[in-house]
Each structure stands twice: as structure tokens, then as C-alpha cells.
């Protein structure tokens, strides 16, 4: 499972600028209709400029296609495939730090959430003419022969977030933005228990989760009482076993949606968990 933002980071592929944490990339990639797994570790804002693609989150998919964009929440993991043509699209990643300065520079108001849905790892935004405007103006610079002045560019990363809250258009990202201005640091918890069942190392959770890795440890067992792998393990031996009963999966697949690397390994642990083998268990909802 790669880091998306890692991966642009190291890759000279694709146009970007960056400024300390911020970064604005014209991210391509070549027409590819299987399906991959990606996360991060930082928030960012997407505009489809070419193609289209589907996302899927622990709680929906989202159908992408030119003009669309999205917000995606920081520490989060989903699977992407495109579905048209060759894809690009306007990538701005902002951290938490940021979102949070400029709300106190200029004094903004946020809206309070209100309903007890918790946001999905994507949040879809209406893309009306200014926003439009602002996308396509980032888009010039990368045909200027000089980069832009640090200054300017950490103005437009202002711009975007002034104009977000500005906007009674995108009340479900003033209400995430309100929630995050009000925390100190993620929640683990939710972290966890959206993405237990993707394939990552507890390094790779930490940064999700915003902690190096021994707080996170620490902070896990005082959570949970158990470790992270303890855990991790119960959490995807039970979600194998409701796939098994509820849906048409095979083995294999099961093995993988659950987060488990190693099919010999899964077959191992759930008859050690629940006295079968996942393939007795299929064949008991058969009967």
C-alpha cells in the first residue's frame, strides 16, 4: 500500500511546488482500471482535471469525473481505480498545523457540526466558479518559466482555506475544520476502527495517527488494554469471519479485504480463532 504523499514527494514525474509541509502537485498517471490502496498522512484537496476514478472509503464510494473536487482527511486509507483515459488531477496538500493558523489569522468563523454522522475519509465539495477560478489560476503557474515567490504561493494556500470557510457551500468541511481547530491531535480511535483492515505497520498507523511510534503504543494500551497488533488481529479475524457469512467472497479475497498479507498465515490464525478453517466455515453457510 503506497503513501501517496511520500511517493510525489520522491518522484521527479510529476510538476509541484512545495513550501515546508504544504504542497501543490499536477499529479498524472497513465489509464489503469485495477484497483490500488493509498493513504496519508496529511490532508488534501483534489480537482479532476482529466479522467475519471473511483474511490472507495470504509464507508462509500465516490465516482470522480472532470470539474469534481474533493477534500480527503488526513490519516486515512482508501482504494483508488480509474474507470476513463489517461488521469490527472490538482493535488493541494495542507497539514493540520496550517488549517489551523490561518483560521486564527484571520479570525474566521466555523461552523459547528450538526449531526452525529461521523465525516467520511472524503468529503465532496461543491466546485462553484470561484473555487473553479482558484484551481485554474494554480494550474498557471506551472507554465511560468520561474517558480512563484514563496510568499505568493503560501498566500494561495491561504486563499484556499479562507475561501472554504468563507463559503456557506461547504458546511461539511467548516464542520470538520471546526472539530480539528478544537483537538489537539487525531483521534486514534477513530483512526483505528476506520482503517484496521488495510495492510499497513504499526509505522505506517503511527504517522496515520499523527504520534511517533512508542506514544502511539503507549496511548494505544491506555485506549484499548491490549497492543496494537493484539488488537489489529482480533479486529480483522472478526471482520474475515462476517465476510465469510454475510458475502460471496472467495478465500483469497477475504484474506485481503481484511488486511492479511498471507493467505497461509490467515488460514492459520482463523482456525486457531475459531476451531475451523474459513474454507469449513463456507461450506457450513452452504449446507
Known amino acids: 500500500?503506497?503513501?501517496?504523499?511520500?511517493?510525489?514527494?520522491?518522484?521527479?514525474?510529476?510538476?509541484?511546488?512545495?513550501?515546508?509541509?504544504?504542497?501543490?502537485?499536477?499529479?498524472?498517471c497513465p489509464y489503469d482500471d485495477s484497483a490500488s490502496g493509498?493513504?496519508?498522512?496529511?490532508n488534501f484537496f483534489a480537482h479532476i482535471l482529466a479522467g475519471e476514478t473511483l474511490l472507495k472509503t470504509p464507508q462509500r464510494e465516490y465516482f470522480l469525473k472532470p470539474g469534481d473536487s474533493v477534500f480527503a482527511r488526513k490519516g486515512s486509507v482508501l482504494s483508488m481505480s480509474q474507470t476513463q483515459e489517461d488521469f490527472c488531477e490538482l493535488m493541494v496538500f495542507v497539514p493540520d498545523d496550517f488549517i489551523k493558523a490561518v483560521v486564527h489569522k484571520y479570525k474566521l468563523s466555523l461552523s459547528k457540526k450538526?449531526?452525529?454522522?461521523?465525516p467520511d475519509t472524503v468529503i465532496p465539495l461543491l466546485t462553484?466558479?470561484?473555487?473553479?477560478?482558484?484551481?485554474?489560476?494554480?494550474?498557471?503557474?506551472?507554465?511560468?518559466?520561474?517558480p512563484p515567490a514563496e510568499t505568493l504561493l503560501k498566500l494561495k494556500f491561504e486563499e484556499l482555506i479562507v475561501h472554504i470557510v468563507s463559503s456557506k457551500k461547504h458546511a461539511p468541511l467548516q464542520c470538520y475544520f471546526h472539530e480539528l481547530c478544537a483537538s489537539s491531535r487525531p483521534s486514534i480511535k477513530e483512526i483505528m476502527e476506520y482503517n484496521f483492515?488495510?495492510?499497513?505497520?504499526?509505522?505506517?498507523?503511527a504517522r496515520l495517527c499523527a504520534r511517533s511510534l512508542s506514544s502511539f503504543k503507549r496511548e494505544f494500551v491506555e485506549l484499548y488494554?491490549?497492543?496494537?497488533?493484539?488488537w489489529l488481529m482480533e479486529k480483522r479475524l472478526e471482520y474475515s469471519k462476517y465476510l465469510l457469512e454475510t458475502t460471496d467472497l472467495d478465500i483469497e479475497e477475504v484474506c485481503f479485504e481484511s488486511?492479511?498479507?498471507?493467505?497461509?498465515h490467515f488460514i492459520k490464525v482463523f482456525r486457531n480463532k475459531y476451531g475451523l478453517t474459513p474454507g469449513k466455515l463456507t461450506s457450513k453457510k452452504i449446507q
Open 259 to 264: 488486511g492479511f498479507e498471507n493467505r497461509s
Open 114 to 118: 450538526t449531526d452525529t454522522n461521523k
Open 225 to 230: 488494554h491490549t497492543t496494537p497488533g493484539k
Open 128 to 146: 462553484d466558479k470561484v473555487l473553479l477560478a482558484y484551481f485554474q489560476s494554480l494550474l498557471s503557474y506551472f507554465s511560468l518559466p520561474d
Open 38 to 42: 493509498i493513504w496519508w498522512h496529511n
Open 197 to 205: 483492515s488495510s495492510n499497513l505497520s504499526l509505522n505506517e498507523f
Open 1 to 28: 500500500m503506497e503513501n501517496i504523499l511520500d511517493f510525489i514527494r520522491k518522484s521527479d514525474l510529476y510538476k509541484k511546488f512545495q513550501i515546508d509541509d504544504l504542497l501543490f502537485v499536477e499529479f498524472k
